[in-house]
Structures are given as C-alpha cells and as structure tokens.
Nanobody
Framework: QVQVVESGGGLVQPGGSLMLSCVVS????????IAWFRQTPGKERDGVSC???????LYGDSVKGRFIISVDVSKNTVYLQMNSLKPDDTGVYYC?????????????????WGQGTQVTVSS
C-alpha cells in the first residue's frame, strides 16, 4: 500500500523560506508524478508544483520563480523549497502521487494523498 507523509511545515515570517518534504513509501519511484497542493478553508486544493519521473516539472502561476520542487529517488522523497514566502502562501500543503509520469496540477488526477502539513506565513 502506498503511503504519503509530509513534513516541514511551520510558522515563518513574510520573505522567509521553508522546505517541505514528502516521503512516498510502499513503492519505488520508477514511474510517477508527485505534486504539492495547497488548501485554505472553504477552497479547493490548488496545485502548487509537480515533478515526474520523466524529469518534467510544473509550477502554479502564483509560485513560479519562488518555489523549487526536487526529488531524491534514493530516499523516495520529494522536496518543495519555498522562498520569498507571502501571507497568501498560508495553507495546508498536501503531497500526492500517481503511477503515471504525466505532470498535472489537477487534484483529481492523483491517487494517494498525505495528511497535510500546515504552513503559516505571518509576522
């Protein structure tokens, strides 16, 4: 059974940085797409970034140039480096995976989800 576990959330001041980690267990990262989503109360999960086994990456418009997604296949871990954080980046960040290498920021494309990690950007 595939399991997804996020970590690294917390409270950070505007302009600061934070790195989230996503460990995917129960499978090997041979053929995949793994994405990060952000959700705030009353809203749908918005796609933040995605990376695939084919080497493609995808970023949401609001995070382009600020966030960087990367993967360490040996550790089954995907990272999201978040820089120049803004209050609008606040939310619960979810990691999700699927057994297809097509990059996507649509939440309905993903099969396995973590429990989420809270990120709060505030002074």
């Amino acid at each position: 059974q595939v399991q997804v576990v996020e970590s690294g959330g917390g409270l950070v001041q505007p302009g600061g940085s934070l790195m989230l980690s996503c460990v995917v267990s129960g499978t090997t990262l041979n053929f995949y797409a793994i994405a990060w989503f952000r959700q705030t109360p009353g809203k749908e999960r918005d796609g933040v970034s995605c990376i695939s086994s084919s080497g493609h990456t995808l970023y949401g418009d609001s995070v382009k140039g600020r966030f960087i997604i990367s993967v360490d296949v040996s550790k089954n871990t995907v990272y999201l480096q978040m820089n120049s954080l803004k209050p609008d980046d606040t939310g619960v960040y979810y990691c999700a995976s699927k057994g297809s290498d097509r990059v996507s920021l649509w939440h309905w494309d993903y099969d396995y989800w973590g429990q989420g990690t809270q990120v709060t950007v505030s002074s």
